[in-house]
């Protein structure tokens, strides 16, 4: 026989036993009434009612209400503070470069094109006078 044990003081659902003899006479906390709904599906957090001789349930919202742990995020430590803000420095330093070694490569070009105008200009003064 299939019976239900649950908490002799908060007659709560414990557990099932599956093979309890069908000759001997129920333990004073158990059932052999299954902790489900009329649809045969679990309980929220099933408690016992001595008086109805049936299941009480949680709602879905209550139980998640009781039982879920908000997540906590952890703090970050000072030395991963520390190694964030180093690595966001450097982030920006590496990008700081890029635009100072582009700067100079349009700088040379421009002192190419400086000189190139230059030559030209005093190509035009020889042939002037």
């Known amino acids: 026989m299939l019976i239900f ?4 003081e908060t007659k709560r659902y414990m557990y099932p036993v599956s093979d309890y003899p069908d000759n001997y006479d129920l333990p004073a906390n158990a059932t052999t009434v299954k902790p489900v709904d009329s649809n045969g599906v679990g309980l929220y957090d099933p408690t016992w ?7 009480d349930s949680l709602t879905e919202e209550e ?4 039982y879920t742990v908000p997540e ?3 703090e970050p430590t000072q030395d991963q503070q520390t190694l964030a803000a180093l690595t966001k420095q450097v982030m920006e330093l590496a990008a700081l470069t890029k635009q100072v070694m582009e ?7 421009q002192q190419k094109v400086n000189a190139n105008l230059t030559k030209q200009l005093m190509d035009l ?3 002037g006078h």
């Open 5 to 8: 044990i649950y908490d002799k």
């Open 49 to 55: 009612n001595e008086t109805t001789n049936s299941w």
């Open 63 to 66: 139980w998640k209400k009781k």
């Open 72 to 74: 906590v995020k952890p």
């Open 103 to 109: 700067l100079q490569a349009a700088n040379a070009q």
């Open 125 to 127: 003064n020889k042939g």
